[in-house]
């Protein structure tokens, strides 16, 4: 039985659990090549990220346990590579590692944003088997992706996992592991953006400082080199107060 499936099996509060496995890889289609992210995992990917398809389908049980050549394309990677004519059903070829395999595609993932990992829409998917047997040679997954029954069961399913891996693996294994939580991922987006919105408040405080500072020295030259005229106004009955709203009208007009 796959990690993935024990964790499934002995945490109630998790609905899903998607194995997944990626590197760069090289997409070739005629004079036509993209250098871009190669996703391996299984038919639950699609569900667990919400993620839509405009044409075909994408990977399912059977792809998975025969390990079949076939790739799903990111909107942005169909267009590129077909431009406007349908992709389904063509073959193209992967480059991974220095080797060549020639792949099916199967479908095409409706058009996405970026998300933390980059653009959704030039990612590829492969099933997880393909990728570690024939491209990676590997047994290891790179990281598992899990889903919790639903937004309240979060914490206490994040509690589960981190409980399974703490009793059932060894030390050895423990190491490979680091459990990730979405509200530990927005934290740091929070605390990042708010140290930048510090640190951009410092900056224009800095900013509007050293302008005010080349401004009090233009207007205390202005004031040096009008001495004349301000005695001229005083002498016509003119107020400091008056002096000085005409001064400071100056000084804003110059910031």
């Not at 699609?46 to 025969?66: H, P």
């Not at 990730?180 to 991922?185: G, R």
């Not at 202005?222 to 008056?242: D, F, H, P, Q």
């Amino acid at each position: 039985m796959e990690l993935a499936d024990y964790i499934e099996e002995v945490s109630p509060s998790v609905k899903r659990v998607v194995p997944i496995s990626q590197g760069s890889g090289l997409l070739i289609k005629g004079n036509f090549n993209i250098q871009t992210t190669i996703i391996g995992t299984n038919a639950d990917y699609q569900e667990i990220n919400n993620y839509n398809l405009a044409l075909g389908q994408f990977i399912n049980v059977g792809d998975i346990d025969t390990s079949r050549n076939i790739i799903v394309l990111g909107s942005g990677l169909a267009e590129e590579l077909f431009g406007s004519n349908n992709p389904l059903g063509e073959k193209m070829k992967l480059s991974y590692q220095g080797r060549d395999y020639l792949f099916t595609v199967i479908g095409v993932m409706e058009e996405k944003g970026k998300g933390l990992a980059g653009d959704l829409n030039e990612q590829a998917y492969i099933p997880i088997t393909t990728f570690m047997k024939k491209l990676s040679n590997s047994q290891f997954v790179s990281y598992y992706m899990a889903q919790a029954n639903s937004g309240d069961e979060a914490s206490a399913a994040v509690g589960e996992i981190e409980y399974f891996l703490i009793k059932y693996l060894d030390d050895k294994e423990k190491e490979k592991f680091n459990l990730l939580s979405q509200d530990l991922i927005l934290d740091t987006i929070s605390s990042v953006t708010a140290s930048l919105s510090l640190m951009l408040g410092g900056i224009a405080a800095i900013s509007l400082l050293v302008g005010g500072i080349g401004i009090m020295n233009i207007m205390l030259v202005s004031v040096t080199e009008r001495t004349r005229e301000i005695g001229i106004r005083k002498a016509l009955g003119a107020k400091n107060k008056n002096i000085m709203i005409q001064f400071l009208i100056e000084a804003l007009s110059l910031s």
